[in-house]
């Protein structure tokens, strides 16, 4: 009976796996962007647009603050989520996190090949966006690493989760 975290970078898929975990645990599903999208009645773009990054990192602190209220949720993190404030702490003081590890490579094909609108991401060209994502990713390393658990692969099934987490 807890909160399942999944943190990893924009791409790594947390919000499908989050998803897939929270329907075989019989958990409720929680896609903090979504979840800040709702109560700002704002897409993340547009916040990012009007308000900025630094404003966009307040709102996402308050919103993880109301989430973690709440228990049997699997929940998405944002990319950029454990990577302020001492949200990291905040996570894993209340439940377990889950570092969702996906190679440089298959982040950049994937991101490449989306059409959700992510902030951070716009206008790059592919070179532009693959050195993005390592620079990002290697800063952003230390914070994802605090999690509970890590897995690495660039497939990661819901049953992987659901085996890490029965051994847990
Ligand atoms: C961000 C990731 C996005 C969203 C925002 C910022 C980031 O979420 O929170 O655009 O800083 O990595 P996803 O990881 O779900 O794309």
Redesign the pocket.
Known sequence: MTTIFLL?????G??TLAAQLALKLGYRFI???CF?EEKMQQS??SI?EEKGEEA?RKI?REALKEVLQQQRQVV??????P?YFDNMEQINQIGISLFIDVSVAALVKRLGGST?K???LEGKTKEELTRYVQN?LEKRMPFYQKATFRISSDNIRVSDLLALLGNA
């Open positions: 990893g970078f924009m791409g790594s947390k919000s896609d903090l962007d800040i993340i773009a990012f966009f996402e998405a993190l944002g990319g950029g989520t990577c959700q992510r902030p951070l990002l």
